[in-house]
């Protein structure tokens, strides 16, 4: 926030929740950017410093003032703590209130060194989330304090309230009466000036929880106005703070932009390659799919978003099933084509099939010369057995002297001959077993 004075063209008034000094050991008092940050401010107050006042940062030409808290007996950590930065030729002019605790500070902007009208009260607040055990041990709210002040400090001048104060206020949500403008005559409402053509607050955060609904409250009593979302540079209400989530998105959308900036390599025609589209992807489908692109980018930015989580897949399943009933239909027209061609025109039914086989298989070439194929299946089926091993063949020697088989173990000897030679030739088995012997003995 900027405020003209006498001295100086304006006033330069900042609040910042950091989070924590410390971060995965990296300190943040120890970055320049970071100290350069608050340096160009006139009056900061950085929230959340979780720091003991040993540890707090000190700033040359800065005046500061720190509010810590101890250590939690639980885990030994501490949380919360406020530290205001004052430059120091503007630390005279600037008085610093009482507090009840260490979670909030009034700031006096006296109007005679300013040079303003009304002198101006800024509170800082940290007020903590409303489920925390600290904010459970507190013996009264911080609203109800601060709304205490508000009343006393808004009689002789103006009020000023920044910080984190863990209260979500919805969107077009009144903080202020309806056409209050009527309320002239009501006794009650004299000390509260009309709000003429003010326009209502917007805001990218639509929840409205209880503290949220406590803060319209207090501003439609006190006359005060929430500023996030109706003023010039934030009419839209932007987020004030970050979740995992939404780093994830800026991390995306960053590296979009990098790829976008980066320049591609130039490559030579010869070795593009055109992407062709099966014959039945037509125009229709092409649509669907780039609709589809479009809004998958938009589930990655806000990919818990109802809104966008339903049409998207709603899409994602009309593009599956007109896909599906494409391909069908093609199907179905090729083989009534073919039908039709096979007897009637064979050139043009051959040069079909010719074009659905370049469109479906692939090259189907070896990669391994035929060389290679050979020598492999020569070595897989060399004989392992040493046909010149001695112990083996002086076994079978010794087994084809051994009778284990009756007859068939000895030689046919001429009386056998002389017996059958009397009987019809292959008559019966014995003599077809002669018939075979004779040939091969070449008798």
Known sequence: MCLKIAKKSQLHIGCWNINGHKNKGFDKY???????????????????????????????????????????????KRSGGISIFVKSELRPGVKFLEHVNNDYIWLQLC???????????????????????????????????????ISKYSDTGKILLAGDLNARTGTQVLDFINNDESLDNIPVFDKISPDLNLPVRYSMDEVLS??????????????????????????????????????????????????????????????????????????????????????????????????????????LKLYRKTRKQKLKEFRRSVVDELDNLHENNPNKYWNLLKDLS?????????????????????????????????????????????????????????????LFSDKPLLASPESAVLMLWLLATGM
């Open 30 to 76: 120890s970055d320049p950017r970071f100290v350069n940050e608050i340096c160009h401010k006139d009056i900061i107050c950085l929230i959340e410093t979780h720091c003991s006042l040993e540890e707090s940062l000190s700033l040359d030409g800065f005046t500061p003032v720190h509010l810590t808290r101890p250590k939690s007996k639980g885990t030994y």
């Open 358 to 418: 370049k469109d479906t298989n692939k090259s189907t070439s070896p990669d391994i010369p035929c060389n290679t194929w050979f020598d492999y299946f020569k070595e897989l089926n060399k004989s392992k057995i040493n046909t010149t091993d001695n112990n083996f063949i002086n076994r079978f020697k010794q087994l084809e002297k051994e009778k284990i088989f009756s007859e068939l173990d000895f030689q046919i000897n001429d009386k056998e001959l002389i």
């Open 210 to 315: 209880t503290r949220g609904k406590s803060l319209n409250e207090i501003c439609i009593q006190s006359g005060l106005r929430i500023l996030n979302g109706r003023t010039p540079g934030d009419f839209t209400g932007q987020l004030t703070c970050y979740t995992p989530n939404d780093l994830n998105s800026i991390i995306t959308e960053a590296a979009d932009i990098s790829l976008k900036l980066k320049r591609p390599k130039k490559k030579n025609p010869k070795h593009l390659k055109n992407i062709r589209q099966p014959k039945w992807f037509d125009i229709s489908l092409t649509g669907l799919r780039r609709q589809l692109d479009s809004k998958e980018k938009l589930l990655k930015k806000f990919s818990k978003d109802p809104i966008v989580r339903t049409s998207y897949f709603s899409l």
């Open 111 to 149: 109007s005679n060194f300013f040079g303003l009208k009304d002198d101006i009260f800024i509170c800082y607040i940290y007020n903590p989330p409303e489920n925390s055990s600290y904010t459970k041990s507190l013996r009264e709210d911080i609203f109800d304090l601060i709304e205490k002040d």
